[in-house]
């Protein structure tokens, strides 16, 4: 009896240990979330008066008394740079709605704000390399097919991205 007992105090604390790490779960930050805050669920843009959701990856914003949850910025501020603009890592609110203190927020973090110096998770990726929807040509060729290399192998290079 003791034994059925002990294994099931044993089974009974697997279970609860589950449960918590399931609870405790929280998404992975993006690359331009700043560094050493991987806990923390929600952030306050004071540049664009939004939230990012980090266990959602959803940025909050309200659009005419709605707070609408989307995966991209509102279209005003999609030339918008995450990486150069201050992040506010919140820790007051409760459940899913960091806007409950909204109007805390926009008093203590106005437009501009920049606290104490951040580092972002990861870097600031490099711009596209790209012109008209096609790759730049490679350094040494002109992008003018093959003619006046002295190679007319057509079947190697046929003038477009082979990557379809």
């Known amino acids: ?61 309200d659009n005419n008394g709605t707070w609408v949850r989307q995966n991209r910025l509102p279209s005003k501020y999609r030339q918008y740079d995450l990486y150069s603009g201050y992040k506010v890592v919140l820790n007051d609110y409760r459940g899913n709605t960091p806007y409950t203190y909204h109007t805390k927020h926009r008093t203590n973090y106005p437009k501009g704000y920049h606290g104490s110096p951040q580092k972002n998770r990861g870097n600031k990726p490099e711009k596209s390399n790209k012109q008209n929807g096609k790759d730049k040509p490679k350094k040494g060729n002109s992008g003018k097919g093959n003619s006046g290399n002295g190679n007319s192998n057509k079947d190697k290079d046929h003038g477009h991205n082979d990557r379809h």
Do not use: E
Not at 15 to 32: H, L, M, R
Not at 37 to 50: A, C, E, F, G
Not at 54 to 60: G, K, L, Y
């Open 1 to 61: 009896m003791k034994k059925l007992g002990i294994a099931l105090i044993l089974l009974m604390g697997i279970f609860a240990n589950a449960q918590v790490s399931v609870n405790v779960n929280i998404g992975t930050p993006p690359n331009w979330g700043p560094q050493g805050n991987d806990d923390s669920r929600y952030y306050y843009l004071p540049d664009i008066d939004t939230y990012y959701d980090v266990n959602q990856s959803q940025f909050i914003y």
